[in-house]
Nanobody, 125 residues
Framework: QVQVVESGGGLVQAGGSLTLSCTAS????????MGWFRQAPGKEREGVSC????????HYADSVKGRFTISKDNDKNTLYLQMNSLKPEDTAMYYC??????????????????WGQGTQVTVSS
């Protein structure tokens, strides 16, 4: 049974940092594309960042470029999202997902099959 479990969310002041983790079981992340998505109340889910199974390619939403960094540790089967210079508009539930497709430009939630339950990130002003 495949599971992806997020952790690391919390309450932080604007300008602060958080690191989200996503630990997978039942799959090996170096065989999957891994991604972070977020959804704020009343808004549609949006892609934040994703990383190819090889780790050689990444995508970022324009809103987080230069502030967020996606990475993974294959030995720990864990995906990370380092979030710096957080803004109140980053407040959302953050979800980890895994999939077997990779697009050279952009990405879609439709390409991701396994999803976690989410971890809440709240940025106060």
């Amino acid at each position: 049974q495949v599971q992806v479990v997020e952790s690391g969310g919390g309450l932080v002041q604007a300008g602060g940092s958080l690191t989200l983790s996503c630990t997978a079981s039942g799959l090996t992340i170096d065989n999957y594309a891994m991604g972070w998505f977020r959804q704020a109340p009343g808004k549609e889910r949006e892609g934040v960042s994703c990383i190819k199974w090889s780790g050689t390619s990444t995508h970022y939403a324009d809103s987080v470029k230069g502030r967020f960094t996606i990475s993974k540790d294959n030995d720990k089967n864990t995906l990370y999202l380092q979030m710096n210079s957080l803004k109140p508009e980053d407040t959302a539930m953050y979800y980890c997902a895994s999939g077997t497709k990779w697009r050279s430009t952009g990405w879609s939630a439709e390409d991701f099959r396994y999803w976690g339950q989410g971890t809440q990130v709240t940025v106060s002003s």
